[in-house]
């Protein structure tokens, strides 16, 4: 490998784990905002978001120039191209989970005085601790060559859409009998965004996680069964079966 | 007129009639499509060891990419795919090389033959640089007696626009090979190969004296006559094999080291040799 090749993409790996250290922090604030209960978010809270959510959006626009130089420059391919395919498309499933962690944020800003929340608050806070769990897992899947996290991933997001059925279900029992009052109205369906915003940024960790496959294995698993995914797990070292 | 042509080929390469009947086989039954096959070829210019026990399949209608290192073996298992070893002294060659399921190197087969049928194009354009760019193409039908004026014509101008030539030189077909670019020329070497209406066409590094808008041009070349023969190729550019081929073959040390389609070989190479040489890490 040339050294401007090997800088290229080392360049790129760093950008993508620090991306990835932004989005995990975004997801660490709401997990504590939820678990204290305290959804008191001061201006400079909101602003500091805000600030590493521009943050990350620079990040994407960096991380896409540097596929596109390296592509054209430098003409990867085998486990480099792989890489810095999956590079790419982890930079814009992290972007997304940065916008909807911004979402939430300034919903739950929003209805933070209102008294249906907190029948929520429990299993919100949960389906968000499990889901950043997922982004995490997705995202160390992919810097450490980790294919059982990338599988654990994948297995979770039933989990979490069976949550979010749940969720629904019991929004839509707590809110019956209850249009008439706008506010409360309101309420539930910001209730709502907010689960399906979680409920999204689990399935953005599964493109991660398929991304990390991808890299891995060589293997495009979209799309396709779990089980198939999981079978043949073995020699996951991008490049190094004999 | 093509009718003659192939009655006359039928006369100066005289495979046995078996070589015709395969032939038919493969183009009505597919016969896994493939044109040319080597089993446990081995090439040693006496005690040296060029290529080791090579089992590969070139496909009819496809480009096969031969990669590696310098020294590999690439360049002499081509050779050897057209019995050019014969001409070099104390180069032996043990195994087989089917072309349509005949051995080529049975001893009842004239190598001459053999060459006819497996046209080859040489690193650098080789036109005779003081004959007409007329029979410059046609040399090697002259050769085996073919004189009739017509015909000559005919195959001329087939076979220049084969290779993407006709078009520059219709009007001075008269003028020395040697007048040509250098783009020109080795298209003229293509159109010489292509004259004699070979099975399979070798190309060692045919691009690898041109600039990148001749090379392209010989890319394209490359891709319109597969649609008609069995194309092997050797090449430095990796990038040239993954544009060009279908399937690749990766040569190390003389071995074959891993061969398979060329997209999933850029993609998810299975050995670790291959990806390292794909990635720049030796060679």
């Not at chain 2, 093509?2 to 015709?20: F, H, N, P, Q, W």
């Not at chain 2, 044109?35 to 070829?41: A, G, K, P, Q």
């Not at chain 2, 080529?104 to 001459?112: A, E, L, Q």
């Not at chain 2, 078009?167 to 020109?184: A, C, H, I, T, Y």
Request: aromatic share 6%; with cysteine.
């Amino acid at each position: 490998m040339t050294v401007k090749k090997e800088n290229a993409i080392n360049n790129i790996h760093e950008d993508v784990e620090k991306m990835s250290e932004l989005i995990l922090g975004q997801l660490r604030q709401l997990d504590e905002l939820l678990c204290s209960g305290d959804l008191e978010i001061g201006d400079e809270k909101k602003r500091v978001f805000r600030e590493t959510e521009r943050e990350i959006d620079e990040y994407e626009i960096k991380i896409s120039d540097e596929f596109i130089n390296i592509v054209s420059l430098h003409k990867p391919v085998a486990s480099e191209l792989r890489f810095v395919i999956a590079c790419y498309r982890l930079s814009i499933n992290l972007e997304r989970i940065g916008d909807m962690s911004l979402k939430i944020l300034r919903i739950l800003s929003e209805i933070k005085h209102q008294p249906n929340i907190n029948e929520f608050i429990d299993e919100i806070s949960s389906m968000l601790g499990m889901t950043a769990n997922m982004v995490e897992k997705s995202i160390l899947s992919f810097l450490n060559n980790d294919m059982d996290y990338a599988i654990w991933t994948l297995k979770n997001d039933d989990v979490i859409d069976e949550i979010n059925n749940k969720m629904i279900k019991k929004i839509i029992k707590k809110s019956r009998g209850k249009f008439s009052d706008s506010q409360t109205l309101s309420n539930f369906i910001n209730i709502k965004i907010i689960v399906s915003n979680i409920e999204r940024i689990a399935d953005q960790s599964t493109n991660i996680a398929e991304a990390s496959i991808y890299y891995l294995k060589g293997e495009d698993v979209r799309h396709s069964d779990i089980s198939k995914i999981e079978s043949g797990t073995d020699e996951v070292q991008p490049g190094k079966n004999e | 007129m093509e009718i003659i042509l192939k009655k006359k080929k039928m006369a100066v390469t005289g495979l046995s009639d078996k070589s015709e009947r395969v032939k038919e086989g493969i183009q009505k039954n597919g016969f896994d499509g493939i044109r040319m096959e080597t089993r446990n070829l081995t090439v040693k210019y006496g005690r040296v060891t060029g290529v080791k026990e090579i089992s590969l399949p070139v496909y009819n209608e496809k480009v096969t990419a031969l990669i590696g290192p310098s020294g590999c073996g690439k360049t002499t298992f081509l050779r050897a795919l057209n019995r050019m070893h014969d001409l070099t002294r104390n180069a032996t060659v043990t195994g087989e090389v089917l072309l349509d399921g005949n051995n080529i190197y049975h001893p009842k087969v004239n190598p001459v033959t053999i060459r006819r049928k497996i046209g080859m194009v040489f690193q650098k354009p080789t036109p005779f640089p003081t004959m007409s760019i007329f029979n410059n193409v046609v040399a090697g039908l002259k050769l085996v007696g073919i004189r009739n004026k017509e015909l000559l014509n005919e195959v001329c101008e087939k076979a220049l626009k084969q290779a993407a030539l006709f078009d520059e030189v219709k009007d001075r077909l008269n003028s020395p090979g040697g007048s040509l670019s250098g783009g020109q020329q080795q298209r003229l070497s293509i159109a010489r190969a292509l004259a004699i209406e070979p099975e399979v066409l070798l190309m060692d590094e045919p691009t690898s004296s041109l600039d990148p808008q001749s090379s392209s041009r010989i890319e394209d070349l490359i891709h319109e006559l597969k649609k008609n023969y069995a194309i092997v190729i050797v090449t430095h550019n990796l990038q040239q094999a993954g544009r060009v081929s279908d399937n690749t073959g990766f040569f190390y040390l003389g071995e074959l080291i891993e061969f398979g389609e060329t997209e999933k070989m850029y993609t998810n190479p299975v050995n670790k040799r291959t990806e390292e040489y794909l990635t720049g890490k030796f060679g």
